[in-house]
């Protein structure tokens, strides 16, 4: 029988990290790590839900509640996110995941307006149970680069990519590794000045940034040039499996010659490979049907496109309609 688990002080730890780390579908950002990190921020209400079978932790879910902070927006606003998908052990029984999944939209039913699981692997396999459980598939693409040696990885850029690097490099650029308190704030002001004029997205507090960089399961690495932080890139790390691209930006056009976001990407890429991790996840690149200029931009590092889609289930639709109107109206008037 199904044994569901959704309160974090009665999971086994060493069960929980030892399924992730192990299953094919695995990310960080199912690691009780990150749910202790996103425990800390404001803006994240974490939750994990964990099918255990004869002592035998077989499926997987964690995410967090998330939320404006505008208190008349918050209403509409509540929703719960999975980054990465559902972890199920490699070679157990699914027979039981339709009930999972169906007492983890019971329990949250009451907490968000939806729930969304954002795929980073294939679950073609699995996409039954989720439709047979009222959720939609939603398409989405994604760029993923394996990482092999520096010299060959470099080699797979789109050739502007790489003429790009190098003039940045020669031009005076450097890349940061393990910066600074202070640096890490600088790059937060270029990242919420590029969110405000155009991501139209709430942005964490930079309270959540430094804790990454105190404590965070990763690496910031920044661009600085003429003495200051002109760009950088923050990427959350999965032991050798995978580096993801969370947050980047840079003050691209205003340095001739120096190109901040393509050179913080490359420098992620780079580490990954110097570390011998496997991959580098952009960690999406938008629906197949709409518009949406970072994709040609991530295209460019030797990526290879996926369509692992995402799951979403609404429980309230009149309200998650209203959401979607407000959304709209502030990218409109951003």
Known sequence: MLNIIDRVEEADRLKWSQLVSSACNGSLFQMPEFYDFLKESEEHNPFVFIGEHDGSYDYLVSGSIQFSKNRLVRPFSRRAIVNGGMVTRDGADCSELPAFLNSIAGRLKGRAVYLEIRNLHDYSRLAGFFDGNG?????????????????????????????????????????????????????????????????????????????????????????????????????????????????????????????????????????????????????????????????????KFGGRQVEHGRFLKVFNKPVYNVGRLLYGKSKRNG
């Open 135 to 299: 959720f939609s598939r939603i398409p989405h693409l994604n760029y993923q680069v394996e990482i092999t040696s520096v010299k060959e990885t470099f080699s797979r850029l789109n050739q502007s990519r790489r003429r790009q690097v190098r003039k940045s490099l020669e031009g005076g650029a450097e890349v940061i590794v393990n910066p600074g308190s202070e640096e890490v704030m600088e790059f937060y002001a270029i990242l919420r000045e590029t969110y405000h004029r155009r991501v139209h997205k709430p942005l964490p507090d930079v309270e959540m940034f430094l804790r990454f960089h105190r404590t965070g399961p990763g690496v910031y690495l920044l661009i600085r040039y003429n003495g200051r932080i002109i760009g950088g890139i923050m990427c959350p790390v999965f032991g050798k499996n995978a580096i993801y691209e969370w947050y980047v930006a840079g003050e691209d056009g205003r340095h001739q010659g120096i190109y901040p976001s393509v050179l913080a990407t490359w420098a992620a890429i780079e580490y990954g490979a110097m570390n011998g991790i496997g991959i580098f996840d952009f960690m999406g690149a938008g629906r197949p049907d709409e518009d949406y200029g970072v994709r040609e931009f991530k295209s």
